[in-house]
């Protein structure tokens, strides 16, 4: 928690600023490393970071506040955790010297790693040869191995050699680091009911935890909660439900749409000669890990009444399915979901998508896949999928492009969920006021 938000934080953001004490035998305008000295630079770049918050669906927790107006009034470590491993890499593509942007992209790549649930050995090893190298280049780009920068050479750069090692012998930080720990007190602490001897108390509720805690390890069936449906919700299985709101009739669709629906189902071999597609939307459908994906269908009604929205529509596509207009790795836009009974009168649920292109080779390989760029191709281009090839819910921020390259068409690039988010840990999505279930179907909001 505190080395890899706030301390990596207290170190990189000074370095960038310019705003490191430079001794009087250093100048500062060697630091060519310092791309965001400018007062002017900076004040833009805070303005893009705040910008960047209705792009991050709200399953990612509090997004990164201006960090040109907050950066010293108690930015938390989980802003400084998106800020830097999720937005930084983007928005200094175009400000940054590419031999210092592809030295953060190590990193961004080697943290990331560390934050999974579960790391594959082949990863965990790529891993921790970036972070290595990453912490030699430091010293190489900034300190130079020079007496008056010593300073520059904090404990949190070392530390970054043993990151990987410690999670070999220790297992993944989300298991044991202060996010796990803070979050095990404050429910300890919310489940005591009287002030009188609180020690006592918090002690036998830690100890009646840990009992549970490994009769669900030993009986796992102890374990299953029964699952719980807002009014209206379809559960569909393997952890996908289906949640309103949704139409009162069907309702004939777009002619792109349409195509794309005719090309899903031949692909199927269901034939659909002279039909004219007609389908009863629906507004959102919650994932596997708790996430809930919604819909331009009604994120854009709220968008067009100037409502605060953190769009959660974007979502990363995993499909085993062969088509045409969509592969594996696929982000797209959600414009709605909707269910058809097939000819066999199997139910299937299905999503309509606006696919974005495919990542730029050229930024996906020099950032070392840390950046993923695309460009959005939803008036062009539909595609349907079963639902169940979404696996996740991603923020798409638009890309600042580099000088010269203005003339490319407006792009976006990827932030998706870091794994070590556990503000989740023991609950889903939430559902906030304008997710509240009217009289009407077709009244509720997303």
Partial sequence: MHHISLNLGDLLIPLLRGSFRCDRTDDVNLWDWACLRPEDTWRAHGDLVAAAGCCLPTSFGCFPRNPAEKINSGYKAWEYQYYLFGLLPGLLWPLWNPVYHKHFCKLVSGVRTALLLVIPADERRIAHTRLLEYVHEFETLYYQRRVDRMHFVRQSIHALVHLIPEQRRVGPGALHSQWTMENYIGNLTREIGSDKEPYANLAERATRRACVNVLKAMFPCFSEDEESLPRGGICLGDGYALLRASDRVARPVAHLDADALVEYLTSLGVAVADWIPAVWKWARLRLPNGQIARTLWKEGERERASNNVRRARMVKVCTTICLVTLRDGTFAEVQYFFRLRLPDD???????????????????????????????????????????????????????????????????????????????????????????????????GN
């Fill in 346 to 444: 199997e139910v299937c649920t299905l999503a309509m998508l606006a696919p974005f292109s495919p990542p730029d080779p050229a930024i996906f390989a020099e950032t070392l896949g840390v950046l993923t760029v695309c460009h959005y191709e939803g008036d062009m281009r539909r595609a349907v999928v079963n639902v169940k090839d979404i696996v996740g819910v991603v923020g798409m921020v638009p890309f600042p492009e580099r000088p010269g390259n203005e003339d490319q068409p407006a792009r976006h690039f990827v932030v998706e969920k870091l794994s070590i988010d556990n503000s989740w840990i023991g609950r889903g999505d939430c559902l906030d006021e304008r997710d509240g279930y009217g009289d009407e179907e077709g009244e509720e």
